[in-house]
């Protein structure tokens, strides 16, 4: 048991750096707001509510591990990129010797993310509400338009500013955070972002 603990973290390591690699050379550079740096940003406020909602060391380690992988399906498709991560989950892990039911636990806090979200516990709570935190954030507007150039590039769908304006107000209404520190600390700053786009409706419409 000792020795399977002292192998942990660093099986941990590689996967994450076999992620980021992927992340880093296959991601299409279309994927303007479904990027490396989004998956950062998931990874950063995973931890930072994981450690707010007190999970130990264990737990923390395997919604790092999901974070990291919770985007990769998009180096393969932009249709069902959920369940492609959790493809690539259990092909990298697998072959490290990380535990299997280690493994089934990290896919599912990756499909807890499909929207619309439904996490079922703390850990899945923790994961949706990092790859949420966006809308919390102060840069939300640039994140806004990457993700815009995103549907247009991926998609070809175009949408005015009002329109675009509209869909955001619309999410952010239909959007919730589950967890205590979500609920307390993210969404009185997604209010405030809030309240900017409704302000700006009034201004483009």
Same mark, same amino acid.
């Given at each position: 048991?000792?020795?399977?603990?002292?192998?942990?973290?660093?099986?941990?390591?590689?996967?994450?750096?076999?992620?980021?690699?992927?992340?880093?050379?296959?991601?299409?550079?279309?994927?303007?707001?479904?990027?490396?740096?989004?998956?950062?940003?998931?990874?950063?406020?995973?931890?930072?509510?994981?450690?707010?909602?007190?999970?130990?060391?264990?737990?923390?380690?395997?919604?790092?591990?999901?974070?990291?992988?919770?985007?990769?399906?998009?180096?393969?498709?932009?249709?069902?990129?959920?369940?492609?991560?959790?493809?690539?989950?259990?092909?990298?892990?697998?072959?490290?010797?990380?535990?299997?039911?280690?493994?089934?636990?990290?896919?599912?806090? &990756?499909? *807890?993310?499909?929207?619309?979200?439904?996490? $079922? @516990? !703390?850990?899945?709570?923790? %994961?949706?509400? #990092?790859?949420?935190?966006?809308?919390?954030?102060?840069?939300?507007?640039?994140?806004?338009?990457?993700?815009?150039?995103?549907?247009?590039?991926?998609?070809?769908?175009?949408?005015?500013?009002?329109?675009?304006?509209?869909?955001?107000?619309?999410?952010?209404?239909?959007?919730?955070?589950?967890?205590?520190?979500?609920?307390? &600390?993210? *969404?009185?700053?997604?209010?405030?972002?809030? $309240? @900017? !786009?409704?302000?700006?409706? %009034?201004?483009? #419409?």
């Amino acid at each position: 048991m000792a020795q399977q603990m002292m192998n942990t973290k660093p099986n941990h390591n590689i996967a994450i750096k076999m992620a980021q690699e992927l992340l880093k050379v296959n991601l299409d550079s279309n994927f303007k707001f479904h990027s490396y740096g989004h998956t950062l940003n998931v990874v950063r406020s995973a931890h930072a509510i994981g450690f707010h909602s007190e999970l130990n060391s264990k737990e923390l380690a395997i919604v790092n591990l999901a974070a990291w992988f919770h985007d990769l399906g998009y180096c393969l498709s932009h249709e069902n990129h959920e369940q492609l991560s959790a493809k690539l989950v259990r092909k990298i892990l697998t072959p490290l010797g990380i535990d299997r039911q280690k493994i089934s636990l990290i896919c599912d806090l &990756i499909m *807890a993310t499909r929207l619309p979200q439904t996490p $079922k @516990n !703390l850990l899945e709570q923790v %994961l949706c509400d #990092a790859d949420m935190s966006h809308l919390s954030q102060i840069d939300y507007p640039q994140s806004s338009l990457l993700l815009k150039s995103e549907i247009e590039l991926i998609h070809g769908i175009n949408y005015t500013d009002q329109e675009w304006n509209r869909k955001n107000i619309e999410f952010f209404n239909n959007h919730k955070y589950f967890t205590p520190f979500g609920k307390k &600390i993210l *969404a009185p700053l997604k209010t405030e972002n809030l $309240k @900017n !786009l409704c302000a700006e409706r %009034l201004l483009v #419409a």
